[in-house]
T-cell receptor, first 115, second 117 residues
Framework: AQSVTQLGSHVSVSEGALVLLRCNYS??????LFWYVQYPNQGLQLLLK??????LVKGINGFEAEFKKSETSFHLTKPSAHMSDAAEYFC?????????????FGGGTRLMVKP | DAGITQSPRHKVTETGTPVTLRCHQT?????MYWYRQDPGHGLRLIHY???????DKGEVSDGYSVSRSKTEDFLLTLESATSSQTSVYFC????????????????FGPGTRLTVL
């Protein structure tokens, strides 16, 4: 069975500071990994994904994540936080490929950006 | 944005009443899902569908049923709502491929906020 752990349910950074949101997963097979972002009162939006190939993945809004198999991690980073980055972020894992494209989500990390 | 709508967007109901939430897609995607979102739990899968009339249970299916009579519509029913079913419900869709590379991601609707008093 696969699982996802997001360390820190709340993360606070200053505007312009580095954003680092942590995600560790467990999977018995090579995983597909995802980060989603949820703005207040909205649905989830795909930020980036790792399937195969390059382990450093770039997404929208300046975010990127690196798949590290040895550490079973897929941490999300952004060099400089903007106020508009304040949202909740979800990491998800999928066994690749699988019937039904099933995803397992982490508990989420709420990012707060201070002016 | 993926063409996914959910209705109603907000609903307040009383314990013991039946409730049906609707998810409608215009993408002709094969897979559809219902999740509930609660603080600290992320998203938990309630039911999903592989196609018309083809559904299966997810992690938290007790108290919920689903139906899919058309590709574009996926209904979630709470036969007798309870206060523990107060939550935000999200529909999602996915398609393995569209003649190209494998596409494992899911796309989400805007959500329905349900309050059971």
């Amino acid at each position: 069975a696969q699982s996802v752990t997001q360390l820190g349910s709340h993360v606070s950074v200053s505007e312009g500071a580095l954003v680092l949101l942590r995600c560790n997963y467990s999977s018995s097979v090579p995983p597909y990994l995802f980060w989603y972002v949820q703005y207040p009162n909205q649905g989830l939006q795909l930020l980036l994904k790792y399937t195969t190939g390059a382990t450093l993945v770039k997404g929208i809004n300046g975010f990127e994540a690196e798949f590290k198999k040895s550490e079973t991690s897929f941490h999300l980073t952004k060099p400089s936080a903007h106020m508009s980055d304040a949202a909740e972020y979800f990491c998800a894992v999928s066994e690749s490929p699988n019937a039904g494209n099933m995803l397992t989500f982490g508990g989420g990390t709420r990012l707060m950006v201070k002016p | 944005d993926a063409g996914i709508t959910q209705s109603p967007r907000h609903k307040v109901t009383e314990t013991g009443t039946p409730v049906t939430l609707r998810c409608h897609q215009t993408e002709n995607h094969r897979y559809m899902y219902w999740y509930r979102q609660d603080p600290g739990h992320g998203l938990r899968l309630i039911h999903y569908s592989y196609g018309v009339k083809d559904t299966d249970k997810g992690e938290v299916s007790d108290g919920y049923s689903v139906s899919r009579s058309k590709t574009e519509d996926f209904l979630l029913t709470l036969e007798s709502a309870t206060s523990s079913q107060t939550s935000v419900y999200f529909c999602a869709i996915s398609e393995s491929s569209s003649g190209g590379p494998y596409l494992p991601e899911q796309f989400f609707g805007p959500g329905t906020r349900l309050t059971v008093l």
